[in-house]
């Protein structure tokens, strides 16, 4: 643990020495913030034109968990689709241009140290993307009764969605020494997964069926919804799984290639 510590604590060091995270951070919470207060807007009017239609139709029933969480952390989630690529692009990209992961592979530290290390570290950027946006509900605390539940799940639907796009693109990183390349590839990558499910809308057969699981998306809504499932937790923690383990192959081959 203390070699995958010190790897971590170089890699966030590189990081907040670099203007990425803070350009990445900045980004997300300007377009969460956005989002945030229009969806706070549409709210209260709709409110306020509920208020005074009650009057005529009788009282109707407008939730801020589906007004204004649920859609805000949709929002959110597209975003971190943009934002993701940029935070992993330069994991593996930046060492092997600058010709320093050789050097990396002369560490007293295995593959699996080395890749969780950095892994570790790019998460953590975005946890610290992820907490920023706690204002928000402390917005929402002042103004009214949050709903806890919906929250926590949206929170933990970013929370492995951060994990899994990482993954991906900590993966993509190996593979090449250009990281607007990497970015690019990522982007595409995770694009096909969060877009997959629409392709097959309303087909029953078991390729669409496969298709549709594999959608990142459709794993998400439940939890954006306030829905925890079992296997939507179990989905992204075994994508980011998968695409660690191809990170260590792509670093082995690295090894016998160089």
């Known amino acids: 643990m203390r070699t ?38 549409r ?4 409110s306020f034109e509920m208020s005074r239609m009650a009057q005529v139709a009788g009282p109707q029933q407008l939730t801020i968990a589906q007004f204004v969480v649920t859609p805000l952390f949709g929002n959110m989630s597209v975003v971190m689709l943009l934002m993701t690529p940029l935070v ?27 890749a969780l290390g950095k892994y570790l570290a790019g998460l953590a950027v975005m946890v610290v993307m992820l907490a920023a946006t706690a ?16 929250l926590l799940c949206g929170y933990l639907g970013l929370g492995l969605q951060a994990a899994a796009f990482l993954a991906l693109g900590l993966f993509v990183s190996t593979l ?48 954006a919804r306030g829905i925890l499932d079992s296997r939507d937790v179990i989905y992204f923690l075994s994508f980011t799984i998968f695409f660690l383990f191809l990170t260590l192959r792509s670093l082995e081959a690295e090894k ?3």
């Open 88 to 114: 992993a692009m330069r994991l593996f990209s930046e060492e092997k241009k600058a010709g320093s992961i050789e050097l990396l592979f002369t560490w007293p530290a295995t593959d699996f140290q080395i």
């Open 135 to 150: 204002p928000f509900i402390g917005f929402l605390w002042l103004h009214t009764a949050p709903p806890w539940g919906s």
């Open 4 to 41: 995958i510590s010190i790897l971590a604590k170089r890699e966030l060091r590189a990081y907040f020495y670099s203007p990425i995270a803070y350009a990445v951070i900045f980004m997300f919470l300007f377009i969460a913030g956005y989002f945030f207060f229009a969806a706070m807007d």
């Open 176 to 223: 090449t020494e250009n990281q607007i390349i990497s970015a690019t590839i990522s982007f595409g990558a995770l694009l096909i997964f969060w877009i997959g499910g629409w392709t097959v809308a309303g087909k029953t057969d078991m390729f669409s069926q496969i298709v549709a699981y594999l959608s990142i998306m459709e794993h998400f809504n439940n939890l």
């Open 43 to 46: 709210y209260t009017y709709a």
């Open 256 to 258: 016998i290639g160089g």
